[in-house]
């Protein structure tokens, strides 16, 4: 990178510029107590050739500093779109086994609870037959809205695929995530799903499992699966 025209700072200012912006606090003081050596050489040292080329060193440094933030700032997002389902603001499948395992990790070092919901809404296939897969995905969303407004920030939310959702209680044990569990189900099914010129009552099914350090995230969450269509064939709910 040549500079034409360029002002020439006294190397001095440019190595407290440098330092700074690497987040360097201080330097300590070269021998004869000039305070500007640079790789063994002293500001005195420095032709005005010498200090045109380390400020071109310095700007081309300043922009790769910049190049890779917006790198970094790329790749965040990218994993953030990677990490969310393609209809809802929810966590995938993928992304919400890789939390399930690092909750797991957690309760087995700190002996906390946690518990595993997971969610299946009744009937969404003769929703589907009957007014179109618009409205499936309307209640889809519906679903996704009523699940993840009524956990605490520290609770997460996944749509694991079709019509099942799955939610991590942290700080919960069996009892308590029943508990919890039963009431977000009353949260979901309390207002009714309306979509054009049709209206219908929302019904899920859930069943709910204790995470624990026995049992691997898919087989965690093949748990509650189970316990989920337990339930529904209980209910004899479709």
Not at 153 to 161: A, I, N, P, Q
Not at 199 to 225: F, K, M, N, T
Request: proline share 4%; net charge negative.
């Amino acid at each position: 990178m040549k500079i034409t025209g360029a002002r020439i700072e006294p190397f001095s200012t440019i190595r407290r510029r440098a330092l700074a912006q690497a987040g360097a606090q201080s330097a300590a003081p070269a021998a004869g107590g000039d305070t500007t050596a640079f790789l063994g050489l002293a500001e005195r040292d420095l032709t005005p050739a010498v200090q045109r080329a380390l400020q071109s060193l310095l700007i081309e440094i300043d922009d790769l500093r910049g190049e890779v933030a917006r790198l970094k700032a790329q790749l965040a997002e990218t994993q953030d779109l990677a990490d969310r389902d393609g209809l809802t603001p929810l966590l995938n499948r993928r992304a919400f086994l890789r939390e399930v395992g690092r909750i797991r990790a957690f309760c087995q070092r700190y002996g906390a609870p946690a518990s595993l919901v997971y969610f299946d809404v009744d009937e969404l296939k003769s929703i589907n037959d009957r007014f179109g897969h618009a409205a499936g995905d309307a209640v889809l969303q519906a679903v996704a809205d009523r699940l993840s407004g009524n956990v605490r920030d520290s609770d997460l939310v996944g749509r694991m695929g079709g019509d099942e959702f799955a939610v991590i209680l942290v700080q919960a044990d069996q009892p308590v995530a029943e508990a919890k569990a039963a009431a977000l189900a009353r949260a979901v099914e309390r207002e009714p799903m309306s979509f054009g010129d049709w209206s219908a009552p929302l019904h899920v099914s859930y069943g709910v499992r204790q995470i624990s350090a026995d049992l691997e995230p898919e087989a965690l969450v093949a748990a509650a699966d189970a316990a989920m269509y337990a339930a529904k064939r209980d209910r004899g709910a479709a």
